[in-house]
């Protein structure tokens, strides 16, 4: 099986992201030696990724005008996804797995507005479906797939940026 998603999250308190996002999935399945089958499914995913930092890997480092740290974490999320097209006598409906993993987190901090706003992750993890998500019957015989993934995710973040200098006002 491959999987294929992206999405789009809102850090609710540090260290908490619940995730919306859209999945591509296909699966392959050989029930003869001459047939291939290919299934493919769309859904939409949801979760809720909790990030916790555990110590930092180099403590500020300045390079190029601007002070690095890289840190790591460890990652872990219950998903749900809810399937919205595919053969449905293959994929089931619904399906709930669980993800859990470690983050490398780089981030770059100067004074400039555009390098504080931004940070970099990459994600290593591991996927455990807790429901079946295909079902294959052959010779009055049902195959059930459930999810197991090891996989990598690379997280962009941006972070809302304040300048509190005072402006200087403009003669007129």
Same mark, same amino acid.
């Given at each position: ?16 992201? +619940? ?5 591509? $999935?296909?699966? #392959? *399945?050989?029930?003869? /030696?001459?047939?291939? !089958? ?39 999320? +219950? ?5 919205? $097209?595919?053969? #449905? *006598?293959?994929?089931? /409906?619904?399906?709930? !797995? ?75």
């Amino acid at each position: 099986m491959n999987n294929l998603s992206i999405g789009v999250s809102h850090m609710l308190i540090p260290g908490i992201y +619940p995730k919306m996002g859209y999945g591509y $999935s296909t699966l #392959s *399945a050989s029930l003869d /030696r001459n047939n291939l !089958s290919v299934f493919q499914a769309h859904c939409l995913e949801t979760s809720l990724l909790f990030d916790k930092s555990l110590f930092k890997l180099v403590r500020g480092r300045f390079v190029r005008n601007a002070c690095h740290y890289v840190s790591i974490g460890l990652i872990g999320a +219950p998903e749900f996804r809810l399937q919205f $097209s595919g053969n #449905s *006598a293959t994929f089931n /409906r619904y399906e709930a !797995s669980g993800l859990l993993g470690f983050s490398f987190t780089h981030v770059a901090k100067n004074r400039g507005r555009s390098a504080m706003s931004r940070t970099q992750q990459l994600d290593v993890f591991v996927r455990r479906g807790f429901t079946p998500t295909a079902s294959l019957q052959y010779n009055e015989q049902m195959l059930a797939y459930r999810r197991f993934e090891v996989g990598v995710q690379l997280r962009f973040t941006f972070h809302q940026v304040n300048s509190f200098v005072p402006q200087r006002s403009r003669r007129r």
